[in-house]
Nanobody
Framework: QVQLVDSGGGLVQAGGSLRLSCVAS????????MGWFRQAPGKERDLLAR????????SYADSVRGRFTISRGNAKNTVYLQMNSLKPEDTAVYYC????????????????WGQGTQVTVSS
């Protein structure tokens, strides 16, 4: 069993930055590929960024590529999402997710979810 705790959300002005963190319990963090999702009110939960077990491979949704960066620190059981040049349309609840795999596969289900952290970007 893995527990994920998201943090780092808040209120920021457009153009600003935030860094989200997700800490995983347990000693098997390296067995999981990690992802960050977000869900705005009335919309589906969308996958934004993926990272493999070692951090050597990342990929992004078009909506955030060039502005957001996913990274991980396996020694700290933590995955990060650095968000720069934030826009009002980035307002959503952000969730980290774990998939028991060395690389993330979109067609596979998420094994564990964080509880979510709210990000609000004002114009």
């Amino acid at each position: 069993q893995v527990q994920l705790v998201d943090s780092g959300g808040g209120l920021v002005q457009a153009g600003g930055s935030l860094r989200l963190s997700c800490v995983a319990s347990g000693r098997t963090f390296v067995n999981y590929a990690m992802g960050w999702f977000r869900q705005a009110p009335g919309k589906e939960r969308d996958l934004l960024a993926r990272i493999n077990w070692s951090g050597s491979s990342t990929s992004y949704a078009d909506s955030v590529r060039g502005r957001f960066t996913i990274s991980r620190g396996n020694a700290k059981n933590t995955v990060y999402l650095q968000m720069n040049s934030l826009k009002p349309e980035d307002t959503a609840v952000y969730y980290c997710a774990a998939q028991r795999s060395t690389f993330w596969y979109d067609e596979r289900p998420v094994d564990y979810w964080g509880q979510g952290t709210q990000v609000t970007v004002s114009s």
